[in-house]
Nanobody
Framework: VQLQASGGGLVQPGGSLRLSCTASGSRFSINAMGWYRQAPGTQRELVSGIASGGGTNYADSVKGRFTISLDNVKNTVYLQMNSLKPEDTAVYYC?????????????????WGQGTLVTVSS
């Protein structure tokens, strides 16, 4: 399973960005997808996650500003980021827990996409 993320960039404080991440491959289905971020000198942290059934969770720092959604047909997760703040500046990574059919049967595996840089600055 490969994850391809896009949508990062430079935006002014108060602006918006939409991140996308598509999972591709064969013989898999999505259990859940999520977005993490890592700013320089900090640990990677969960921003938001969504299960295939639609349940969501958010970090307290982004509640009310970010919205995660999942297109189960396209295997694509989106993160709509509004009212961006300089402290949202980070590399954002998408992640998935997927059910994968292998020669040993169905296994649950975790995959990560490449990061996309979000910079919030005037």
């Amino acid at each position: 399973v490969q994850l391809q993320a896009s949508g990062g960039g430079l935006v002014q404080p108060g602006g918006s960005l939409r991140l996308s991440c598509t999972a591709s491959g064969s013989r898999f289905s999505i259990n859940a997808m999520g977005w993490y971020r890592q700013a320089p000198g900090t640990q990677r942290e969960l921003v938001s996650g969504i299960a295939s059934g639609g349940g969501t969770n958010y970090a307290d720092s982004v509640k009310g500003r970010f919205t995660i959604s999942l297109d189960n047909v396209k295997n694509t997760v989106y993160l709509q980021m509004n009212s961006l703040k300089p402290e949202d500046t980070a590399v954002y990574y998408c992640q998935t827990n997927a059910r994968v059919i292998t020669n040993l049967g169905v296994m649950i595996r975790e995959y990560w996409g490449q990061g996309t840089l979000v910079t919030v600055s005037s």
